[in-house]
């Protein structure tokens, strides 16, 4: 099934789009901030400790404040221990607390979408986007963050000492930050492009395992195995060509940085020594100078990994903002919500009986990707009690009505009478918890008998279920199972025969 790419593209690589996710970590978010900024610094001060040592411990003249400077240096180096064992300690927990409420807020969503939707978007599509992408974006809100905290500290801290050391020399190295940006600004806009169409691919690979998966049988039967082979070697080329093109211009942005800075550490060097040989700078500030404009190379490419990455994830924030933003399209009023409570907050209170009684009324209907009216003007009443045979070929629309009663779809046209008042009076909570519904194709769930039949109500005793089973006649089909009740009926009821599967949905249907 292929989906439309329809995530909006999002300013500033998706941040501001994701913030409203993390207030609950956002006390958490700036202690790790904090404490990854001090760690940069004490490291960016080590090199100071090499400056004082070259002038005034190396000739060997003085070491009346060497117990100072020990004592200095073991302080700066616990502040920095300590730094980062709490950074390092705040960011696992808050990457994983992030990632769960990620998915967690992506799966509560998914429940409240029509079934037009799920139309629509394969099992690849979305497990990609409640699996895959959240784990990506709590990996970019908490390391990926704190990369580029440490690094930017370093760097600016790094750049504020060679200042004072030498204002020269450090001018010579601020003259790579315009070009940074231009090529940064460069090669963004192609590397997100890149990791679209890469994740797009990987939705897709996804989706089509998945169905090699669930119609294994299917493919066997029809001796079809070459060809879906065939197709899935093809996906997974294809993304990793794509992939390999976007590793050559994260590499060839990471080489042409590194090699411009290389030339300006050569030039300063340059200068550098000139100075020395001119009595204008001692060789221990030369020798620190360099230290640090060497120790910039490290830093500088792992901020350009991480901001690589940070392009990167903004496709995967994208995606999880665009389903986040998805509207069903059967939605209750205010004024129903108010009185009936939604999906999670139902008010049962308020909750009347079902009669029974179902009117169909001048109803119209076409699909919401449709073109063409599936029903037109149709009319009926079905009164309390009374059962009905509705009879017709293929895609007359048999289905279409059971799903209109269940509101799973709304009229295009007329309206649905529940009890003489209009189906969308009342919540689709409400209207759901007083129907019992079989799909033509049953399914059930990973577990035993005992685990389907409680689905829907998970407070049923053994003997309801026995009850229930009896009336559908399947408590016989049951007794022979090799467990009874705890009998295992395998993923989407594998272990059991298609009549079977639906004698256990009728009865899950009634116990509901």
């Avoid at 003259?175 to 997100?192: D, K, N, Y």
């Avoid at 830093?299 to 998805?326: C, D, H, W």
């Avoid at 999906?343 to 009669?355: A, D, I, M």
């Avoid at 009549?499 to 009634?510: D, I, N, P």
Wanted: with cysteine.
């Amino acid at each position: 099934m292929e989906q439309a790419n329809t995530e909006k593209r999002l300013p500033w690589y998706g941040i501001p789009a994701i913030l409203p996710y993390l207030k609950e970590y956002r006390t958490k978010m700036v202690i790790m901030v904090f404490f990854g900024a001090v760690s940069s610094v004490a490291d960016a001060v080590f090199p100071l400790f090499n400056r004082y040592a070259l002038n005034h411990f190396a000739d060997g003249k003085t070491l009346d404040t060497m117990g100072l400077f020990v004592l200095l240096y073991v302080a700066v180096l616990l502040v920095q221990v300590a730094a980062n064992l709490i950074s390092a300690f705040l960011i696992s927990f808050v990457e994983l607390d992030v990632g769960r409420d990620l998915k967690n807020a992506a799966f509560n969503h998914l429940q409240t979408l029509s079934f037009s939707y799920y139309n629509n978007h394969s099992v690849g599509y979305l497990h990609a986007r409640v699996m895959s992408d959240t784990d990506r974006i709590g990996t970019l809100v908490t390391w990926r963050l704190m990369d580029l905290v440490w690094y930017f500290s370093y760097i600016i801290s790094v750049f504020f000492v060679m200042f004072r050391i030498n204002a020269e020399l450090s001018a010579m190295l601020l003259l790579l930050l315009p070009i940074a940006i231009l090529l940064t600004g460069f090669f963004q806009r192609r590397l997100v492009v890149l990791n679209r169409k890469i994740r797009e691919l990987n939705s897709r690979i996804t989706g089509n395992f998945n169905e090699g998966i669930t119609g294994a049988r299917t493919i066997r039967t029809l001796v079809v195995e070459d060809r879906v082979i065939r197709d899935f070697r093809e996906d997974t080329e294809r993304m990793r060509k794509t992939s390999v093109h976007a590793t050559h211009y994260s590499a060839l942005f990471s080489a042409t940085l590194t090699s411009m800075a290389s030339a300006a550490l050569a030039i300063v060097l340059w200068r550098g020594g000139r100075l020395t040989r001119e009595s204008m700078m001692e060789i221990g500030t030369l020798s620190v100078f360099m230290s640090y404009a060497l120790g910039m190379m490290d830093p500088l490419r792992y901020m350009i990994a991480a901001l690589s990455e940070l392009v990167s994830a903004q496709v995967n924030i994208e995606r999880f903002t665009g389903l986040m933003k998805e509207t069903s399209d059967v939605t209750d009023t205010p004024e129903v919500v108010e009185k009936y409570g939604d999906t999670f907050h139902p008010k049962k209170e308020n909750w009347e009986g079902l009669r029974g009684d179902i009117e169909f009324r001048d109803v119209s209907f076409r699909y919401p990707d449709g073109k063409e009216l599936v029903l037109s003007h149709f009319n009926l009443r079905v009164p309390r009690g009374q059962r009905v045979a509705i009879v017709g070929e293929t895609g007359a629309g048999k289905s279409t009505l059971v799903n209109l009663v269940c509101r799973f779809f709304e009229p295009t046209e007329g309206q649905i009478l529940i009890d003489g008042r209009d189906a969308r009076e009342r919540s689709q909570l409400w209207l759901h918890s007083h129907i019992g519904y079989v799909l033509q194709t049953p399914h059930l769930f990973s577990g035993s008998v005992r685990d389907n039949l409680r689905y829907g109500r998970p407070d049923a005793t053994d003997e309801e279920i026995w009850d229930a089973l009896r009336l559908v006649s399947a408590a016989d089909v049951v007794k022979h199972m090799g467990q009874g009740l705890d009998s295992p009926v395998g993923e989407g009821g594998d272990l059991l025969s298609t009549g079977e599967k639906q004698l256990l949905s009728f009865a899950r249907a009634l116990l509901a």
